[in-house]
């Protein structure tokens, strides 16, 4: 089980890598990076702190989630097993606030599942290394 494990873990942390570097640069793709700023917009909106009276800005909440993303994809991926398992929480953390927003927004299913499959397999992974 350590092997599905272990690929799980890797494809999981390159993913969020990749999607935080994505957030971060318009050298990885120029559309998403245009796309990813018009829907932070909207995220901001929905932020769940808002209720008690605070909304992010709308580019620095994108930079915040991008280096979040990043650095805790890396962890994942390159970091001994106690880093990976706050790593794994973040991300798990970072899902669940995606999911919020989503479902705030009343997004479609197919809009959520993305989410909902990451969130999954960081539960998955997190139950199977305890």
């Given at each position: 089980?350590?092997?599905?494990?272990?690929?799980?873990r890797?494809?999981l942390?390159?993913?969020f890598a990749?999607?935080g570097?994505a957030?971060?640069?318009?050298?990885?793709?120029?559309?998403?990076?245009?796309q990813?700023?018009?829907?932070?917009?909207q995220?901001?909106?929905?932020?769940?702190?808002?209720?008690?009276?605070y909304?992010?800005?709308?580019?620095?909440y994108?930079v915040?989630?991008?280096?979040?993303?990043?650095?805790?994809?890396?962890?994942?991926?390159?970091?001994?097993?106690?880093?990976?398992?706050m790593?794994?929480?973040?991300?798990t953390?970072l899902?669940?606030?995606?999911?919020?927003?989503?479902?705030s927004l009343k997004?479609?299913?197919n809009?959520?599942?993305?989410?909902?499959?990451?969130?999954?397999?960081l539960l998955l992974?997190?139950?199977?290394?305890?």
């Open positions: 089980m350590a092997l599905p494990l272990s690929a799980v890797v494809l942390g390159s993913f990749l999607t570097a957030k971060l640069s318009e050298q990885i793709s120029a559309p998403v990076s245009e990813m700023k018009a829907l932070f917009v995220f901001a909106e929905v932020f769940p702190l808002k209720v008690f009276g909304q992010p800005d709308p580019v620095n994108q915040a989630v991008g280096w979040l993303e990043l650095l805790a994809g890396l962890l994942l991926v390159l970091s001994p097993p106690m880093q990976q398992e790593s794994n929480l973040l991300l953390l899902m669940m606030g995606a999911i919020f927003t989503l479902v997004e479609s299913l809009t959520c599942v993305p989410a909902i499959i990451c969130l999954g397999l992974k997190d139950v199977q290394t305890h």
